[in-house]
């Protein structure tokens, strides 16, 4: 097997190709290319079974010119310092992109998360979190880490705790650390943010009628074929939302294998199997792929290929097979330099990673705001919306002399809750930025990737002139 591209290099040659579109001077470019700094932290555990081992870590500042950093961590056998500082420049773009005020990092830890129980799994979160304070790379106001792949809530609360331990007092504390359950200072609707901006950034692109008159596709979601690479955070709920808004899920690739049916298959089934420790080659399907040849099923025909698991899975040898119409990257960094341009060249039309996942940062972004203002979004005006409308709905049957039946009230009188205020913005924000990048994309006749790309720059930049470069 040829060795794997370097990630960060190809996050560099969409950058490369994205700065021709740019008006900055040359210096200013590669400082916004450069990686600031890279911690790498080695520490031992002790596994339940008395032995020691030794757990590498790192933390990559890709952009600091905006503070706090924001990124999150990943538990992964794959973890390095090349893929979290790729990551963490990712981060950089994509937050500029989307007008969310963080400098990106990233982090990772090196282990295949299934081989520890779940209380060495804590110690080694811990243990993590204590280097990063250490380090000042976590803090509401320089560090804000989340997650990532094979990170969930539950990784996230000790990471959180142990924080508050070692800095006690600080007043916006819960602000270190976003994606924390409910109760420990979430906000509602992170957990299936990303999901959900990739849901939305879809749905957008897809609406656009004369973008899509190309592909031979008829605007809009209904019976659009969809085939979705990882059915984890990510790609649940991207493949749920899109199925309840008339997608066909018709192809699920996963670690073990992966199901095609061409008459679509039930994400919430296939998801519940897998949660419940099931193996996806134990549910039925016309086609099925075991886990040698589970990367064949990127290439299964359908309108939409969603990868939502690994990066660099569509490189050049598999591009000029891939059968798709439009790739959506919901994972990070899916398609390398290379098999981008294949499949541009090939007409396949691509919505790249550092727009269509974005909601995840989005959304930690209010997670971040409500752990600085200490109130829950929409308590303080709740009550009041929801009684202006039951105003305003008295006056119409006043005015019209017929009465609302009592259903319709309690539908309409009602004011936004967090979770209407979290989805809201994450809608409002995913929209704006697609508008904004394919305007762009249009008047320099370019593909959306780099327009993408150079916005995120261009506004990197921005900040740079406005701060000014430290002597
Ligand atoms: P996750 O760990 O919840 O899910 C990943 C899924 O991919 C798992 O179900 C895993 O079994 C599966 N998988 C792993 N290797 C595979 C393979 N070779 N073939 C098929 N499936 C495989 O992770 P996630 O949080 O959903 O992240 C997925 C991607 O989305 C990553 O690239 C991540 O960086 C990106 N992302 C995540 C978030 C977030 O908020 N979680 C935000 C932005 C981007």
């Known amino acids: ?11 560099n040659r969409h950058f490369d190709r994205a700065s021709a579109l740019i008006d900055a001077p040359e210096g200013l470019l590669k400082q916004i290319k450069a990686c600031n700094a890279v911690y790498h ?12 081992e030794v757990v590498h870590g790192w933390r990559a500042h890709h952009s600091q010119h905006r503070l706090p950093v924001k990124g999150g961590f990943r538990l992964t056998i794959h973890a390095s310092e090349d893929e979290v500082t790729a990551l963490a420049a990712l981060m950089t773009y994509k ?4 007008d969310v005020p963080f400098g990106g990092a990233k982090g990772g830890i090196r282990i295949e998360k299934e081989n520890y129980s779940d209380a060495e799994l804590e110690r080694i979160i811990r ?3 204590f280097e990063l304070v250490q380090r000042n790379c976590i803090g509401p106001a320089v560090d804000v880490p989340g997650p990532d792949m094979g990170v969930s809530t539950r990784e996230i609360a000790w990471m959180s705790d142990t924080y508050q331990q070692l800095v006690p007092g600080e007043q916006a504390g819960l602000g270190a ?17 990303t999901g959900r ?16 008159a190309p592909l031979g596709l008829s605007p809009g979601l209904d019976g659009k074929s969809v085939v979705i690479q990882g059915l984890g955070n990510v790609g649940y709920h991207a493949g749920r939302l899109l199925a309840e808004d008339g997608a066909r899920v018709v192809g699920i690739l996963e670690r073990e294998g992966g199901l095609f049916d061409p008459g679509g298959l039930d994400v919430e089934e296939v998801h519940g199997h897998l949660l419940d420790g099931g193996t996806i080659l134990e549910l039925d399907a016309p086609t099925k792929v075991d886990r040698a040849a589970r990367s064949d099923g990127l290439e299964w025909p359908c309108d939409i290929l969603i990868p939502a698991a690994l990066e660099n899975v569509i490189g050049k040898d598999n591009a000029p097979r891939i059968q798709a119409k439009i790739v959506a990257e919901a994972a990070n960094g899916p398609t390398t330099a290379d098999a981008a341009r294949i499949l541009e060249e090939r007409g396949v039309f691509q919505i790249p990673d550092l727009y269509l996942n974005a909601g995840g940062v989005t959304v930690s972004y209010f997670e971040w705001i409500k752990n600085l203002t200490h109130v829950r979004f929409g308590r303080l005006e709740r ?15 006043g005015i019209t002399e017929r009465d609302f039946d009592p259903g319709t009230i309690q539908r309409l009188a009602v004011g936004a809750s967090e979770e209407d205020l979290v989805n809201s913005g994450l809608e409002e924000t ?5 508008h904004e990048i394919r305007e762009l994309a249009r008047s320099k006749d370019t593909d959306v990737r780099s327009a993408a790309f150079a916005i995120a720059i261009r506004k990197v930049a921005h900040t740079y002139e406005l701060r000014g470069i430290f002597p």
């Open 41 to 52: 932290v080695s520490f031992p555990l002790r596994r339940d079974d008395g032995t020691i």
């Open 197 to 212: 901006g990739v849901y939305f950034g879809i749905r957008e692109a897809l609406d656009v009628g004369e973008d899509m």
């Open 430 to 434: 995913m929209i704006a930025a697609y």
């Open 127 to 129: 243990r993590y979190t």
């Open 1 to 11: 097997m040829p060795d794997p591209p370097r990630f960060f290099k190809q996050v």
């Open 95 to 98: 937050c500029a992109l989307m």
């Open 383 to 397: 009550r009041f919306q929801a009684a202006s409308s039951h105003r305003m709905l008295r006056a119409i049957e």
């Open 177 to 193: 650390v976003t994606g924390k359950p409910l109760g420990s200072g979430g906000v509602r609707g992170r957990v299936e943010a």
